[in-house]
């Protein structure tokens, strides 16, 4: 797991030499920005802003860490039934609109059947 934070400093800082993209795991593109000076400050930039977003994640595919915590990535439920439970009680707590809870729960009936 990479650290945001530390990726985004590596990038304001040492970005121009690909230190970045080397700590991400990209190989080729750190050996691309130290060669050209961050393709003459163009992709120095740029990484600077897609690491800052969170759209340039590590090369493994794997979220960034946050402050000592994992970042959680949405995964859907293997279990449909559990699913309908997860919904309905999403429903009750008055997190689903009647109009969503209905779409949901249909796109989960038509896993089940």
């Known amino acids: 797991m990479k650290n945001k934070t530390t990726a985004l400093i590596l990038s304001i800082l040492v970005g121009g030499l690909g230190v970045d993209r080397f700590y991400l795991g990209y190989t080729g593109m750190g050996v691309l920005k130290l060669l050209t000076a961050g393709c003459f400050g163009i992709l120095y930039l ?45 429903h009750t707590q008055g997190v689903l609109s009647d109009e969503e809870y209905q779409k949901l729960k249909a796109a989960c009936l038509a896993k089940i059947q």
Do not use: W
């Not at 759209?55 to 915590?69: Q, R």
């Open 46 to 90: 740029i990484d600077i802003i897609r690491i800052a977003t969170g759209s340039l994640l590590p090369a493994d595919g794997s979220p960034y860490e946050e402050d000592g915590k994992v970042a959680v990535q949405a995964k859907p439920a293997a279990d449909p039934y559990a699913e309908l439970e997860k919904l309905n009680t999403l």
